[in-house]
C-alpha cells in the first residue's frame, strides 16, 4: 500500500522545523470503545463531554485522546510539532528495550512501506529509524489509540509481514459493504456515498481488529454496520424515522 501523504514529515537540513504534524481539529475521528469509567475523565487531560457517545451499553470516544489496550483514555496525540514529534518516537523507540525486538519492529516498518523502500539502521535510533517511526505515531494519531493498541489496525491497513506470526481476521470488504448498504437503506433512507462507503467499512473493520488485540468478542456486524451508518448522521437517522413512523400511521388510519 502507498504511503499516505499526510504521514510525510521531516524537513531537509536547516529548514524551518516549527511547523505542525497533526491532524486539523476538525479532523472525524473513527469512535473507539472505552470503558464506562472513562466518562470521570471529563473535564480533565482535555476530555471533552461531546466526545462520548453511547450505543446500547456500551461507550464510545470520538475526541483525539489516544484510547490504550484497556479501552482508557491514556494520552495526547504524538503529533506536533516536528522537534515534539521526533522526540516521541525517539521515547517510544527507547521503550522497546530489548534490542531484538526493537529490531523486529523497525523490520516490520520497513516491510509496510515506512522506510520507502529503505531499511532500518544497525543503531536503530538513525533518523531514518526516527522517521519511519515518526509515520507510524502518526497513523496512531489518525487511528486515535495508543501506539500499543494501534498495531493490529496498522497491520490491517498496510499489507506486509506481521511481526508476531498471527493475523487478524476481519470481515470481507464485499460482505461489510452489503450489510452496510442494508442498513444505511432502512435508517437513511438512501445509499451512502462512496466516500461515505469507505468510512463505514473502515470503521466496521476497525471494531473487529481493535476487539480481536483486546480479545474481546467483536459487536455483530449488523450492530457495527448501524453504528457505522448512524455516527455524524443522527440527525438524518432521526428525520428518517419519524417519516417512517409517519407512514406506518398512515397506513393504519387509511384501512
Given at each position: ?6 504521514l510525510?514529515?521531516?524537513p531537509?537540513?536547516g529548514?524551518?522545523t516549527?511547523?505542525?504534524?497533526s491532524?486539523?481539529?476538525t479532523?472525524?475521528y ?7 469509567k472513562?466518562?470521570?475523565?471529563v ?5 471533552d463531554?461531546?466526545?462520548f ?10 475526541g ?6 484497556k479501552?482508557?483514555?491514556e494520552?495526547?496525540?504524538?503529533g506536533g510539532?516536528?522537534?515534539k514529534?521526533q522526540g516521541?518516537?525517539?521515547q517510544?523507540?527507547a ?6 525486538q ?8 520497513a516491510d509496510r512501506?515506512?522506510y520507502e523502500?529503505g531499511?532500518p539502521?544497525?543503531s ?8 519511519a517511526?515518526g509515520?507510524?505515531?502518526l497513523?496512531?494519531d489518525r487511528?486515535g489509540?495508543t501506539?500499543k493498541?494501534g498495531?493490529?489496525?496498522?497491520r490491517q491497513?498496510?499489507s506486509g509481514?506481521q ?5 487478524i481476521?476481519?470481515t470481507a ?5 452489503k450489510?452496510l448498504?442494508d442498513e444505511?437503506l432502512?435508517l437513511?433512507?438512501r445509499a451512502l ?6 468510512e463505514?467499512?473502515?470503521?466496521v473493520?476497525?471494531q473487529?481488529?481493535q476487539?480481536?488485540?483486546g ?5 455483530a456486524l449488523?450492530t457495527?454496520?448501524?453504528?457505522a451508518?448512524t455516527q ?7 428525520v428518517?424515522?419519524?417519516a ?7 397506513r393504519?388510519?387509511?384501512?
Amino acid at each position: 500500500m502507498a504511503i499516505d501523504p499526510d504521514l510525510n514529515f521531516g524537513p531537509p537540513p536547516g529548514a524551518d522545523t516549527s511547523g505542525q504534524y497533526s491532524l486539523p481539529i476538525t479532523f472525524p475521528y473513527q469512535p473507539r470503545q472505552v470503558a464506562p469509567k472513562e466518562l470521570s475523565k471529563v473535564g480533565t487531560t482535555n476530555v471533552d463531554e461531546n466526545y462520548f457517545q453511547r450505543k446500547g451499553q456500551e461507550l464510545f470516544y470520538t475526541g483525539p485522546q489516544l484510547v490504550n489496550e484497556k479501552g482508557e483514555i491514556e494520552r495526547g496525540p504524538y503529533g506536533g510539532s516536528y522537534s515534539k514529534l521526533q522526540g516521541e518516537s525517539y521515547q517510544f523507540l527507547a521503550t522497546i528495550s530489548d534490542p531484538v525486538q526493537r529490531r523486529d519492529f523497525l523490520l516490520e516498518l520497513a516491510d509496510r512501506g515506512l522506510y520507502e523502500g529503505g531499511k532500518p539502521s544497525r543503531s536503530g535510533f538513525d533518523g531514518r529509524d526516527i522517521e519511519a517511526v515518526g509515520k507510524y505515531l502518526l497513523t496512531m494519531d489518525r487511528y486515535g489509540t495508543t501506539a500499543k493498541a494501534g498495531i493490529g489496525l496498522f497491520r490491517q491497513e498496510f499489507s506486509g509481514g506481521q511481526m508476531s506470526g498471527t493475523s487478524i481476521r476481519v470481515t470481507a470488504k464485499e460482505d461489510v459493504q452489503k450489510v452496510l448498504n442494508d442498513e444505511s437503506l432502512r435508517l437513511l433512507g438512501r445509499a451512502l456515498t462512496p466516500a461515505e462507503a469507505r468510512e463505514a467499512v473502515r470503521f466496521v473493520q476497525q471494531q473487529q481488529v481493535q476487539r480481536a488485540s483486546g480479545a474481546q468478542q467483536a459487536p455483530a456486524l449488523s450492530t457495527a454496520a448501524s453504528m457505522a451508518v448512524t455516527q455524524g448522521r443522527e440527525e438524518e437517522v432521526a428525520v428518517q424515522g419519524a417519516a417512517r413512523a409517519a407512514e406506518v400511521l398512515e397506513r393504519l388510519i387509511g384501512r
